[in-house]
């Protein structure tokens, strides 16, 4: 009797850890307004919104969408290398355009990402924009171009094609 609730465990551990589901997850494809509160308004970084960014300084402490912490996403943007060599970076800032904290004033602090990639990305594919894959946390990280309301441990980095 113990014997077949043995097998029949076995059996049913097996049925059900089928490959889709001990596959790894598939990230949540994100865009930059899902970044953003539902109910906060700090506008779409477009060219009118630039030239106000030039303007005026970083709107930091912008909220965060608390509900993305942990999660796995990918998202589009621009690199602004922080670490790594000539032939890679291991850190950097993903932002939503390219120039952002270079050119100009920061955008919102909820519209970058701090990312650290401890593998590394080759350096000459940074200055395209690329795909970002990895965990996001909603912790803070504050540097010398920017406050920044987003954290990532970056897991892979590819070209984006259609930005």
């Known amino acids: 009797m113990m014997f077949l609730r043995v097998v029949y465990c076995f059996l049913a551990i097996?049925?059900?850890?089928?490959?889709?589901?001990?596959?790894?997850?598939?990230?949540?494809?994100?865009?930059?307004?899902?970044?953003?509160p539902k109910d906060f308004d700090a506008g779409t970084p477009d060219i009118a919104h630039i030239g106000q960014a030039m303007a005026g300084p970083q709107t930091i402490n912008a909220p965060v969408v608390k509900e993305l912490d942990g999660q796995l996403i990918k998202i589009p943007g621009f690199v602004v290398p922080l670490e790594g060599d000539d032939n890679k970076v291991t850190e950097f800032l993903l932002v939503p355009y390219f120039g952002a904290c270079v050119h100009v004033p920061p955008p919102p602090s909820n519209q970058l990402i701090y990312v650290t990639l401890p593998n590394g990305a080759p350096a000459d594919a940074m200055y395209d924009p690329i795909w970002v894959t990895g965990k996001l946390s909603t912790k803070e990280w504050k540097g010398e171009l920017a406050q920044v309301g987003y954290t990532m441990e970056g897991i892979s980095v590819s070209?984006?094609?259609d930005f």
């Open 14 to 36: 097996c049925f059900f850890s089928s490959p889709t589901t001990m596959a790894d997850p598939i990230p949540k494809e994100l865009e930059w307004s899902d970044l953003v």
């Open 159 to 161: 070209a984006y094609d």
